[in-house]
Every structure is written in C-alpha cells, then in structure tokens.
C-alpha cells in the first residue's frame, strides 16, 4: 500500500522532562498542524501515508532505496532467479548460475553489510558465544543460517529444501538480539576477541553466502509441486508458532507472573529507568480488576498525573510478552510519540521487542510483518488510522492484540477526533479479538464512550501530589473551594510594593507571582497569544533584580551559544534578552531545535520559567511548581473546562515537585464566567464524524468501500450504529435517520464521482465500489474538499509543464489549505484583480523554492518576514502533501509523468537539509543542530550511534546530558535492530518459492 510515503521520515522537537533517573520518556511537544483545527486540512490529517506534523522533518534513508543495500540484493535476487531458471534444466546448474554476477553481488553486498560496525564492536562474550555456536547475539534469522551452517558440515548449500533452515523451529531463537554489550566493548579492543571476532565474520559471510546460494538452488532444484511447498511452509510457520508458545509457558513456569504476569526483569526496568519502585494502589486495583484479567474494552480516567501511563504500558507489556501479539498506542501528537519511543526503545531492546515511530513522516503501511518479535506500534491518531487501514486492507487486524488510546477526550475535538473514532470504530467492526483501551483525565459523558467502544469503565480521584487552585482578583488570592458557597475562600494578600512605571507595566502582578517562586523553582505562564508570550517575557525580564542573572549564569550563556549555533548564527532577540534571567517564551513561532535546547534547559532547572500558550498544556509534562494563567482565555476564546484542568495539571508532577498551585489570574468582568469555570463538570464529548463532514463521514465511505468492511447500504448502515456517532445520533441530529443520513451522503460521494453504485437486481441490495478518482483520493489521503481541484490542477498541469526548474512543481504540491491561511506581504496582490488562492499558493510556492535552495529556515523567515516556525510547518506541509499527491497519481493513469518527478521532489522537501545529517536525524530525538555536532564528533552513521558510549558521547559533544545521551543511543539501537531484521526478512521474502510457482505436474500436463 505504501510507498513513497513511508519512507519519508521527519524529525520533531525533543523535549526532556526533568526526571531523576535516565531512559525516561522525555519531555516533548510538538503539535499535530492545526490540532482541532478543521482549516489546516491537508497538512493536520493524512490517514494513510502522509505527513502529520507540523514540525521539522528530514531523513530517511529508506528513501534512497533505490541505491540501498537492500536495492541491490533486489537486483542480485531478481538476477539469481533468472539465472536459476535459465540453469533448472540442467542438473547442477543452478549453482552455477548463482556463481554468476548477481549472485556474487548479493554475497558481496551482504558481506559488506554484515562485516559493518555493530558487528566489529561486539562483545567479546558475544564473539566467544558465536563462535561456540550459541549465537547469542545474532538476530534470529542470522542464527538461523548460521545454525545451519555449522549443524552441517557441507554447508546448507547440499541440503535439501526441507531441511533448510526455513524452519525456525529447530533452532534456540536468541532472546537478546541486540549486542548490549556493545558500548564497552568499544572502548576495550582486545586481540583475541577480535581473532574471534574475525573468524565469526567470515562464518557469517560464508553463511549468507552459502544460503544466498543454497536457497536458490533448492528452490530451482525442488521437485516438490506448489501444493506441499506452500503446506511445508505453513508447517513450518506452525511449528515456529508452537516453539514460541511453549518458550512461553516454559517461561511462565518460573518467571512469567512475579510483576502483573510480568517477568521480574519488567519491575526491574521500571526502578532502573523510571525510579518506580512500587505501584499506586489504585494502579494495583486497575491492573487486577476482572473485566481487565477477561481483556475486555476499558476506559479509565484519572486527574493529571495520576500515572494512568504506567497503568497502559503493562498491559502492553502483558500483550506483547505474554500474549505474543501487536500493540498500537495512539497518542495525539507528534511530540508525545517520541517521547514514548525513546523512554519505551530500552524497553524494547531488554526485553526483545520492537518500538516503531509511525508520526510524521515514519511509519511503513502496512507494518513489516515480524517473525519472532512482537510489535508496539506508537502512533499519532492520523497514522494510527492509516496503520489500522492497512492492517484491514491486508486482513492483518487480527494481528492487533491492543490498542491503548491515551488522552481518549479528544474523540469529541474537530477533524482528529472524527479520525479517531473512525479508526476506533473500525477495529471494533473487524476484529473481535483486539482489545481497547482508553484513558483520560478530562472525561465526562463517559458512558456515551463506553457503550461506543462496548467499553468497562475504571475511575477515581487519585492524585499523588496535592494540586492547589487560586484566583487572583486584584491583589487578593483565593483558594478554590467547592464547599464554599461562590466556590472560593480567600487567602492572602499578595505581597507586592509595586512602582508606578511596575503598576503600569504590570497590572495582573506577574512579576510579583513569579518571583515567589523562580528561581529555585520552575513556574509556567500561560498566556492567551504568542505574541503576549513574548511580551509578557520581556516585562517580567525588565524587572528582575540583576541578582537573577548570577543563577546558573554559565549553563544560560551556554544555552544561548548552542541555540546559535544550531541556528547557523542566529539567535531571537527576544530570547537572547531573556534568557540570562532564566525566562523564554514558547510557542509555536519556535522551531523543533529550538524548542528542544529550551525545554531541555527548562528541564534541568537552568530555565526556571516558560511563558507559554495553551498547547504546551495537553499531555507532557514540562512541571511547574507554580502554574499561573495569565488570563481565562485562549485566542479570544473563554477557557473551557477541560482546557482549565489540563493547564493548571503541569503543576505539581510526581516524582519531581511535592507540592502544586495554580493561579487564575482574572479581572472583575470574568468573575461570573470564572465562577462556573471551576465549578462545572467537564465538558461532554461529542461525535465530530458527521460534523467533520469531507475529513469524516465522506473519509469514512471512502475507506469502508474502498477497504471493503461494508460496501451495501445495510452494512455501512451497521457500521454506523456502532460509531460514537450513532450511539449519539439522538443527541447530535435527531431530525434524520442514520440511514438517511448514510443515503445522503452516498449519493453525495456517488455524484462527485468517488462512488459507484453496483448494478443489482433489488434496490434493496443496494451496494457500491470505489472508482479511480476515489481510489486516488483515499490512497492519496487527499482531503476530499480538494481532490476535485487537485485532480484539475495537474490535468491543467499537464498542458504545459516547465520543468526547467522546480517551481511548477511544487507549486502543485504547495498545500491548499496552507495557502488559504496565507497573507502574502506582496504588492501584486493589491494591485491585480487576481484569484487569492492561486495567488496565495503561488507566494508559497515560492517561499518553498527559496527554502529548497538556501537549506536555511531563518534566512528565509527574514526575506519573507514570516516567522520561522510557520516555514518549518510550511515545509513539513508540503512534503507531507507532495507525498500524497504522489500516490493520488499513482492510482491514474493519466498522470503517469508525474510519479517519477514526485518521488524526487517529495524527498527534496522531506531532506531540506545537508544530506550527510539525514542518517542521524532518523534517530529520535536528533534534530538539525544535534546531528551535525554529532556528526563533527565523527559519528557519521545510525551504526555510529548505535555503538557510542554514551559517556564519551557526553564527553564529545557539547550540552548534551547523560540522559539524552542515552536516549540517543538506545533508539538508535532500536531503529538499527529494526533496519536488520527488515533486511532479514526482505531477504528471506527474497528466497522464498513464490506461491503461485509452475508445479512440475501442471507444467508436464500443459505440455501434453
Ligand atoms: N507508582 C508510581 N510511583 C511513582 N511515580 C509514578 C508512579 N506511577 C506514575 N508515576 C510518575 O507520575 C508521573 C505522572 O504520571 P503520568 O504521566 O502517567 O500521569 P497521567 O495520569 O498520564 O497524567 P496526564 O493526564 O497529565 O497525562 C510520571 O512522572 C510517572 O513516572
Ligand atoms: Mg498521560
């Protein structure tokens, strides 16, 4: 299904949490484009391969396939084939014919690959075991040839087909395939154990080879017919099956059960990683509850920082581990999925299996399917529904054993919560075996989630750190309390001799608040609009004593060198004023790298205040002593409840501060508004899917027909019913159906051209396939708002089209929904009776074509005078876009000239960076600036990093801490790990006798 797409690959920012102890998830923020927001279409929300991010976005070097080991191995493949088949009539030949170029090349191009870093820098118990045979640290289906190897003397190449090494069951399947030890060990190079090291190389080499050769021949030699090939296959895929279950209860026998039907080793990680030694006990009643132990559906909603997390991440475990299946988690955005993935990756590595990125640009569709090792799959909610769509349109959702959803409100929030309940409802139609669950702590309506989801429901109070609510009026402070009759108590006077020039500076007392607090404690300012973020912190900077400046000077003045040095130079002024006093705004003007250098400052206590907007707010903790909101409002939007309480819940996290406030700053005028604020309950969710009508229910027709989960009226009518929509219809449309409504928007989908209804003998019957344009829009995740346009556009496109340079291109790949926002600086505009929006995409275009040329964000955030963040999404928008475009042509015919000029445009725009850096930057939590101060360190490869120490890394690269570092390292194990084994089973897909392979009977009876 995928392709291009997948193989974009974009980083965010990263961002640390201040947490005690290392290889915790960090602390990150980057928004999905236009979260909520329905303008942002096309760059928020592309189901299937698109992008989703608005932040940067860069390497992948599965993009350069075409040049890739694995391209070659391909060819080598493709040419043994020939060879083999070219040799079958001969006896013997088939050997030969793999002696021949594309034989040698695979071997030589596997050699290469295999004799590459990680394998030089194995431990010398590693080596040792390899070379007793143990194969410890081998992936396994390495292990599996070089089992075969030295099990026979010969060498696999005299086997016969059946005792090759397909059978994976014969052998001990290592459990640690990543060499661990790998950090020391590079650092002590050891004569005899690179002796060793040498001889267990060349067996490897010899090993691939000889199964390169022995696997052709067999297959060109096997007389056995198609039938009993495939059966022999499906034995052996029964018996690695059943050798993995008894692994499993033999496991179980001793150590599956001590934590949560966990081996020991997981609570072990816990206090290693997490500094968790015991679970709350609310987390223990969860964990035990009956409707948990039968994997029913569940929901539970807690407070902000009631380690809900922890909670999903073992029944995660449980899946994985235990039950041997997938996991998806589906967090909302991008930012927040790294953050998982590299305080999950280490996870992963000890206790063997595999952590995938699918944000942004990363994510295969459909995954790559696993042999040994299960998969958690980490999602933001756009690619969580185009991984449950490929799985379906595979037939693989069975493989799915969980899905956790965390932040489970954000169902009832614009364009993204119609996507999630889209996918939601999906899998409960097409597997009965995939468990949900969902988690939030902003849930209120939550029975109309749980007869949606079919759902137990598990809540309570809990919070492990007292959170208390102030409003400040004036110079008063109150204290929220809901015995008291208006829902406050007063509490003190704030301590504040203000001159006039401060009055007037500051009326709300900012200055005052924030000093109770800074700098021995951090604090949050949540202000209403970036540009008040930035003005607020300059106020307060103007008015800090000089005595701010001493605290943690060196670090500071640090911060302020390394943000410019991942800036080519420069540095905002606004920043470099305030960051001696230990203040920066956040917002998301910024870019990734920024964000990232700031966050990690703020997180080690260096910065002690952020003033912010409202998206720093949902799920990741930047903690705070003190939260204050500058003002009851979001834009111009009174705050609503569920906004209010995911604020004020950064203040007073677990394991980093004992105690929490919070401070509502509000004038008179809001008194009344402020006074149901926090008095009311949450606000209820509501279906958007009907609302959200080209990114929902049109999105959804699509896809069920297209997908083939209901393509007749009854069954898509079916479907609905048991979407949040339907179990809300009554509430949300009750002047119509849901029929009708499903009807209605048929034809709807029918008259655009994207459907077409079957001919059948009764109407009844009624039932419908997806035509090409359809087909085009949904593999191309266009919005259907556009592709009418988008298809016209490239037809115009074709008339004329100049490619003597890039912009016409991309001027077709400049997102629509971008340019409707755009306000293009440009006299022509005023001057010309012309159409907006091509002209608004035209500015674009060429703001994008100056970015391809000069690589440098902030060079032309200042030609163009748009901020820097706003290019960096413009960016990330249209390779997101340029991506989809490609696979919307893909699908027709007609635009056949496209494709190949897409594939190239669309990795121009994904890698907007120097080309040496993208390797780096797959690694999470490696932006621009971190990868090329890596990369001056001399690590120049993922392997490089897969293989530092992190101490020297420490050591060698500036600002970076010991955390980090190990970040660093362990997704970069992971994401190597994950490379070879893609490489394993691309090879063994490679060897494997197709299917529909000519019998010798059928060929012998077509000849008679
Ligand atoms: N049993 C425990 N002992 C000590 N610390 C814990 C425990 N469980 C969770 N924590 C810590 O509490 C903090 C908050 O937990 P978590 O992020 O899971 O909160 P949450 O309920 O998801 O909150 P939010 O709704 O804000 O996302 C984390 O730093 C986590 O490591
Ligand atoms: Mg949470």
Redesign the pocket.
Known sequence: MDEGGSRLRRRVSVRKRA?PSPGEPRQERAEEPGAGSRRRRTAEAQPLQSNDSDEDMFGDYDSFAENSFLAHVDDAGRQCMQDCERGKHAAGLGTEGLRGEGGATAAGGFAEWETDEPVRSRSRREDASAQRGTLEDVPSSQALYFGNVENSPAGVGNQRPEERGWEASSLDTPNEEFPRNSVEQHQQPDDASSEVRRGSEENRRKSLKEHLKSAMTGNARAQTPVFSRTKQLKETLLSEEISVAKKTMESSSDDLGPFYSLPSKVRDLYVQF?G?E???EW?HTCLTLNSVQERKNLIYS?P???????VAEILMLQELLCRRRDVLMILPYVAIVQEKISGLSSFGIELGFFVEEYAGSKGKFPPIKRREKKSLYIATIEKGHSLVNSLIETGRIGSLGLVVVDELHMIGEGSRGAILEMTLAKILYTSKTTQIIGMS?TLNNVEDLQEFLQAECYTSQFR?VELKEYLKINDAIYEVDNKAENGMTFSRLLNCQYSDTLKKMDPDHLVALVTEVIPNYSCLVFCPTKKNCENVAEMICKFLSKEYLKHREKEKHELIKNLKSISGGNVCPILKRTIPFGVAYHHSGLTSDEKRLLEEAYSTGALCLFTCTSTLAA?V?LPARRVILRAPYVAKEFLKRSQYKQMI?RAG????DSVGESVLILQEKDKQQVSELISRPLENCYSHLVQEFTKGIQTLFLSLIGLKIATNLDDICHFMGGTLFGVQQKILLKEKSLREITVEWLRYLTEKGLLQKDVVDKPKDESFHITKLGRASFKGTIDLAYCDILYRDLKKGLEGLVLESLLHLIYLTTPYDMASQCVPDWMIYFRQKVDKDIVNRLYLSFVLYTLLKETNIWSVSEKFNMPRGYIQSLLAGAASFSSCVLHFCEELEEFWVYRALLVELTKKLTYCVKAELIPLMEVTGVLEGRAKQLYNAGYKSLIHLANANPEVLIRTVDHLSRRQAKQIVSSAKMLLHEKAEALQEEVEELLRLPSDFPSVEASSTEKA
């Open positions: 947490r997490k968790i015991k679970l709350y987390q807690l902000t920082s009631g380690g809900k997390t922890l702590a492990p799920g903790n819940g996290r677990a394991g980093i």
